[in-house]
């Protein structure tokens, strides 16, 4: 569930910082991502089930429960994401934004 709450964290506190703190804000928490994505790839087992599997009861009364995990296509798709984000950060390093603060912060948004 770390890898949904990390740049949920970091979008909502970019907007509220400005200029190049949230430009450095948005980067750091998108290379935390990747040193998560690292770890989370050395305990990945690829034996086709779920792994990291989050359950929890939402509706009791009518059965409905919520469920994430991962799974081997779904573990690319993480590594792809959180690879391109410092890319896409980095990319705009120089240029000049009008509200960097909401620029980043819906990076960091999009990420989540």
């Not at 590594?79 to 980043?104: A, G, Q, V």
Request: charge should be positive.
């Amino acid at each position: 569930m770390e890898i949904l709450y990390i740049p949920l964290a970091v979008s909502i506190f970019a907007c509220f910082v400005k200029g190049n703190a949230a430009r450095n804000l948005a980067l750091y928490g998108s290379l935390l991502q990747v040193a998560l994505t690292v770890f989370l790839l050395t305990k990945f087992k690829a034996d086709g089930s779920y792994n990291f599997l989050f359950q929890k009861e939402w509706i009791p009364q009518a059965g409905i429960t919520l469920k994430f995990g991962i799974d081997g296509i779904s573990m690319l798709m993480v590594i792809l994401t959180n690879l391109l984000m410092p890319l896409i950060i980095l990319s705009n390093w120089n240029k000049n934004i009008d509200r960097p603060h909401l620029f980043y912060g819906l990076i960091a948004f999009m990420h989540f």
